[in-house]
């Protein structure tokens, strides 16, 4: 289910981040309008503990909900890249066939190793999702 029925609920949302999860301390993402119905989003969001979600959108809404044509998102440690998603079709890894053409790349050798990524869509947003994903890192170093 989308949550966001239009671009100015996402842009309340993009620009509110760190009143709204408490790893996040700062952002720099930005809602640019590329046309009557497109636009793109950039930029960073940092958490606690150096961790730093790189973020490369471009959305389309038209009087409905916004929906993604093209993403990117990687997920940085300092200075080191922790695993990424994109959705660059495979079509010969009959491995990520189930969610195609979303896929995440994690190590051990990060730019070859891929595995599905069913939590990602075209459909919605995948920030809330992406947000909650790099909690749960933290809370794993918490412990």
């Known amino acids: ?7 100015r609920e996402y842009e309340e949302f993009l620009y509110t981040l760190p009143q709204h999860y408490s790893a996040v301390i700062a952002s720099t ?6 046309g009557a119905t497109v636009a793109s989003v950039n930029g ?3 958490f606690r503990n150096g961790y ?17 044509v093209r993403y990117s998102y990687e997920v940085w440690l300092g200075q080191n890249p922790e695993y ?9 890894d009959l491995s990520l066939a ?3 053409p979303h896929h995440k790349h994690v190590p051990p050798d990060i730019k070859h190793n891929r595995i599905l990524a069913p939590e990602l869509s075209f459909e919605r947003p995948n920030l809330p ?4 994903e790099v909690e749960g890192l933290l809370r794993q170093e918490d412990e």
Do not use: K, T
């Open 1 to 7: 289910m989308n949550p966001f029925h239009s671009l």
């Open 29 to 34: 993402l930005v809602v640019a309008r590329r």
């Open 44 to 46: 960073d969001v940092i």
């Open 52 to 68: 730093r979600l790189a973020v490369r959108e471009r959305l389309v809404f038209d009087e409905g909900p916004v929906l993604l």
């Open 84 to 92: 990424w998603y994109d959705p660059q079709p495979h079509p010969n």
């Open 98 to 100: 189930l969610n195609h």
């Open 129 to 132: 999702f992406l947000i909650r």
